[in-house]
T-cell receptor, first 112, second 112 residues
Framework: EDQVTQSPEALRLQEGESSSLNCSYT??????LFWYRQDPGKGPEFLFT???AGEEKEKERLKATLTKKESFLHITAPKPEDSATYLC?????????????FGTGTKLQVIP | DTEVTQTPKHLVMGMTNKKSLKCEQH?????MYWYKQKAKKPPELMFV???????INESVPSRFSPECPNSSLLNLHLHALQPEDSALYLC???????????FGDGTRLSIL
């Protein structure tokens, strides 16, 4: 069964303390891996798309990387406003509609 | 503010009521989605519309009935819901199936 697993489930950082979130996946043919940020009571906000191993994307304090089995979201010198739940989602190539499967998320809290 | 607009933001209904959730996007996206999200869980796909035609129904009970009147609008008709149907219902859209999905902020549904 295809799976998307995120770790850790929760992460508490001091402001300025860099760290990484992990998204591991087991799908037969990856078409794309997406990172989203979700604030409480809001819908997920799109951050990055990664399509092939070795690809990297950056936006402000966030950098996403992709290997054949996992993706990392690196957060450099985080600020309290980076506190949110970070979701990864994997799109698989299996003919017809390419379903997107979400991981369970990492809840990040950045303490001032 | 998101470019996918969902109304209402909150809805409380009894198990015998009929109500509808609405979603609108004006980005020219040709794929639209309904998701259900329970607290502290990732979004779960319910329905996918592609070019205004239903392409995916993830074995959703018939008390949920989707409708896509045109390329910008997506409705979810609700009837005879159960308390366990209480959740955040998210609408999303994308250019195509392998493109990032853009989410609305959802409708918080409570079934009494």
């Amino acid at each position: 069964e295809d799976q998307v697993t995120q770790s850790p489930e929760a992460l508490r950082l001091q402001e300025g303390e860099s760290s990484s979130l992990n998204c591991s996946y087991t799908v037969s043919g990856l078409r794309g891996l997406f990172w989203y940020r979700q604030d409480p009571g809001k819908g997920p906000e799109f951050l990055f798309t990664l399509y092939s191993a070795g690809e990297e994307k950056e936006k402000e304090r966030l950098k996403a990387t992709l290997t054949k089995k996992e993706s990392f979201l690196h957060i450099t010198a985080p600020k309290p406003e980076d506190s949110a739940t970070y979701l990864c989602a994997v799109q698989e190539s299996s003919g017809g509609y390419q379903k997107v499967t979400f991981g369970t998320g990492t809840k990040l809290q950045v303490i001032p | 503010d998101t470019e996918v607009t969902q109304t209402p933001k909150h809805l409380v209904m009894g198990m015998t009521n009929k109500k509808s959730l609405k979603c609108e996007q004006h980005m020219g996206h040709r794929a639209m989605y309904w998701y259900k999200q329970k607290a502290k869980k990732p979004p779960e796909l319910m329905f996918v519309y592609s070019y205004e035609k239903l392409s995916i129904n993830e074995s959703v009970p018939s008390r949920f009935s989707p409708e896509c009147p045109n390329s910008s609008l997506l409705n979810l008709h609700l009837h005879a819901l159960q308390p366990e149907d209480s959740a955040l219902y998210l609408c999303a859209s994308s250019w195509d199936h392998n493109q990032p999905q853009h989410f609305g902020d959802g409708t918080r549904l409570s079934i009494l």
